[in-house]
């Protein structure tokens, strides 16, 4: 793209990555939403200079992504993303004042999270049968860590052995915009990932990633993403099979079995409380349906 007379974006991307530390998904976010409204700029409005960029610009390109019928989700997210870029303008005297101001985001409707039922993960680690090689021996353990930890996918395949605390039988977890948490796990899980780094091949003792292929290399997401899907298949007719969907089981088994809704965000690495109580509506959502079958005036 012919981007170059706008190289704040550089700039702000680099800020991105190298001081607010952000994942390589989220920079890439970035990037294509600030291309596509920064080339709407070049095309329609013949490539306005930084603090010639008006709010009614900003609605022009938006009004335009409407009646492409993108959805409110994915508009919000490109506003977010046009508001960080301008207030780091702000922050760099690059402008006096932001055109995002007085930007809306339109409404998203709320929809409960899913998630795979507690009886049927059970299932899938008792009964499932995974192959006893490497491959099979990692998938299960990279299935058990998701469900008992709640962490995203980035956080896994980027976890060290030496985050992993025998001794005080815990995780550490590095998330977003680089903030560590501490998440308890069971002494089971900490003997079956000891004994897990313990078999390593030889050719991955320089590594210091926990979960590596069969070859000594890091996992990388599109096969975790794979073979979770398809493990996930075999249990659950959910729509979503995803690593994400093992975080949302695992918050939502906590709320349901009675978890202080603070303790869920703490493990989630939720920085707002606002992003856990989605796991409330699901928990009274489950006491409605308890409550219809079993309430004789139901």
């Known amino acids: 793209m012919p981007l170059s007379q706008y190289p704040q974006i550089t700039i702000f991307l680099n800020y991105l990555k190298f001081e607010r530390r952000y994942s390589q998904h989220t920079l890439v976010s970035y990037e294509t939403d600030l ?9 329609q409005y013949d490539s306005p200079t930084i603090d010639q960029i008006s709010s009614m610009l900003v609605r022009s390109w938006l009004a335009g992504l409407k009646e492409l019928k993108i959805s409110s989700k994915t508009i919000n997210r490109k506003i977010s993303a046009l508001k960080s870029f301008f207030k780091y303008q702000l922050k760099s005297s690059e402008l006096m004042q932001s055109p995002m101001g007085i930007i809306i985001s339109p409404k998203v409707s709320k929809r409960l999270p899913m998630y795979v039922e507690q009886k049927d993960m059970e299932s899938m680690f008792k009964y499932m049968e995974f192959s006893g090689d490497w491959q099979g021996t990692t998938e299960r353990l990279v299935l058990l860590l998701f469900y008992s930890t709640g962490m995203r996918l980035s956080e896994l395949i980027q976890l060290k052995e030496s985050q992993l605390d025998p001794i005080q039988k ?19 899980l900490v003997q079956q990932l000891e004994a897990y780094i313990a078999s390593k091949p030889n050719q991955a003792i320089v590594r210091d990633e926990l979960f590596i292929t069969e070859k000594g290399k890091p996992l ?11 493990r996930l298949s075999s249990i659950t007719t959910i729509e979503k099979k995803s690593p994400h969907i093992l975080r949302h089981s695992f918050a939502t088994h906590l709320m349901n079995n009675g978890a202080e809704l603070n303790a869920v965000k703490s493990l989630l690495g939720h920085s707002s ?13 489950k006491l409605k349906e308890v409550f219809k079958k079993a309430h004789p005036k139901a």
């Not at 997401?221 to 398809?230: D, I, T």
């Open 35 to 43: 291309h596509q409204f920064f080339q709407f700029l070049i095309d």
């Open 170 to 188: 815990q995780v550490k977890v590095v998330g977003k915009g680089n903030k560590e948490r501490v998440i308890p796990i069971s002494e089971d």
């Open 220 to 230: 990388q997401a599109r096969s975790v993403y794979g073979f979770v899907n398809e």
């Open 273 to 285: 409380l606002a992003a856990t109580q989605i796991y409330t509506h699901t928990t009274i959502e």
